[in-house]
């Protein structure tokens, strides 16, 4: 079993920064892929960023891109989400996931664990 919980979230300014992190425990491995999803209220869960164990990237709305980045240590079994010039968009609940096939998936039905979110709120 594999648990997964995040802190970092939080009501910021826009144009802030806040930054997201992850600590994951249990049976989980370098080798798995891990994940940030934000779900705003009303719409889908919607892929932001993955990580795989190469530390390769890959992001999910152009919205994000240029302005959010995913890392990981792995001798620490942690994964992070610097976000800079936050919108009031970006307000949603955000979401740590794992999973271990290796691939980053942008569909949130393939990943196996999830975290229980942490609200970021960005005020205008």
């Known amino acids: 079993q594999v648990q997964l919980v995040e802190s970092g979230g939080g009501l910021v300014q826009a144009g802030g920064s806040l930054r997201l992190s992850c600590a994951a425990s249990g049976r989980i491995f370098g080798s798995y892929v891990m994940a940030w999803f934000r779900q705003a209220p009303g719409k889908e869960r919607e892929f932001v960023a993955g990580?795989?164990?190469?530390?390769?990237?890959?992001y999910g709305a152009d919205s994000v891109k240029g302005r959010f980045t995913i890392s990981r240590d792995n001798a620490k079994n942690t994964v992070s989400l610097q976000m800079n010039s936050l919108k009031p968009e970006d307000t949603a609940v955000y979401y740590c996931a794992a999973d271990g096939r290796g691939i980053i998936y942008q569909d949130a039905l393939r990943y196996d664990y999830w975290g229980q979110g942490t609200q970021v709120t960005v005020s205008s």
């Open positions: 990580i795989n164990w190469r530390s390769s990237t890959a």
